[in-house]
């Protein structure tokens, strides 16, 4: 098993291993974001000017607001077909990838940008300073000379949009802004990309974001709200997420960490967490068995809505307390 941040002999290999492959499997994470599925069509639309047949597998398929990108209808729910190379992108460990892989021996290469990733597969490319997987991404398809068509200048220009929620997260790098820029040269239109994949709401999202407004809560720079399984039912939404309400709420003024609470079928509750500059809830996440990053991570909790507030609320006390000399 190979780990690193930053080994271009690492990258060299993992495109090598690409280019040879005849057939390629690609998955992402469950609740896919924008960088999720602009990471698996990326690489694999990429992939696929190079004549690989490619399976692009997101387990809960694509959220609506993203299926303007060319080639997310081709994204299935299942791995269909054996394959030379397995390839897991922007999923720190493989309880988020589901039951995908359940009739696959091993994973061949890890690609992610999450600090918390378990470096579970031969090849790990684990870049931590990256904004998103689809900077990784991007960096490795340049340097290694592979096809970045428009079709996939779109889709890895989408996810570095959206996760960093329009260059707007403390991570952005001068890396970061370089990286698309090479996408806007090979034809990403970035203003497009930013009001489709990051701006645009349908109106059950609205009504979504409705329910949870309504229930909003602060305590000094805690904010937080919960959206319950009839809060979806009632707004017609069908996704499993909250409709990025969490990043919506991170522009309160004096609200230093935000929490949006989920409830999930079979008495579980998802919990996203977001913070500003100078805090860092990647501990909490792990404490909860999830992951993610300083200013953004999640996890999912057994339990009910009552019970899993209290204890994330809880566990994010401290931090606050600890960081109290920050600057507003």
């Not at 309880?95 to 009739?103: A, G, P, S, Y």
């Amino acid at each position: 098993m190979r780990k690193s941040n930053d080994d271009k002999r690492l990258r060299q290999e993992i495109v090598q291993e690409l280019i040879a492959a005849r057939s390629v499997l690609l998955i992402s994470h469950v609740r896919p974001d924008g960088d999720a599925i602009g990471s698996l069509l990326g690489l694999g639309l990429s992939l696929r000017e190079l004549r690989k047949r490619v399976c692009m597998v997101s387990p809960d398929g694509v959220p609506r607001h993203l299926t303007f990108l060319e080639g997310s209808q081709e994204i299935k729910r299942e791995p269909e077909g054996d394959f030379e190379r397995i390839c897991v992108l922007d999923s720190a460990d493989l309880q988020r990838i589901n039951t995908v892989l359940r009739r696959f021996a091993q994973v061949d290469i890890n690609i992610d940008h999450h600090v918390t990733n378990e470096g579970f597969a031969r090849l790990n490319l684990i870049d931590a300073q990256a904004a998103s997987t689809t900077e990784v991404l991007t960096e490795l398809l340049t340097e290694g000379e592979l096809p970045i068509t428009q079709a996939v200048s779109e889709a890895l220009l989408t996810g570095i949009v959206t996760d960093t929620i329009g260059f707007r997260t403390s991570n952005v790098t001068p890396k970061t802004l370089r990286q698309a820029a090479v996408l806007m040269e090979k034809g990403a239109p970035l203003a497009r990309l930013y009001q489709l994949g990051l701006i645009r709401r349908t109106f059950d999202e609205a009504l979504l974001w409705g329910a949870g407004l309504v229930k909003l809560q602060r305590q000094d720079r805690l904010v937080w709200t919960a959206i319950t399984l009839d809060d979806r039912r009632k707004a017609g939404y069908n996704g499993k997420d909250d409709a990025d309400l969490v990043n919506m709420l991170t522009t309160i003024e004096g609200a230093d960490i935000v929490v949006v609470f989920l409830e999930q079928p079979q008495g579980k509750v998802k919990v996203s967490l977001r913070a500003r500059a100078g805090f860092d809830i990647s501990g909490i996440a792990r404490h909860f068995g999830g992951g993610g990053h300083a200013a953004a991570a999640g996890a999912e909790l057994s339990g009910s809505m009552e019970e899993v507030q209290k204890i994330v609320l809880d566990a994010v006390q401290p931090i606050l307390q600890n960081n109290s000399n920050q600057t507003r």
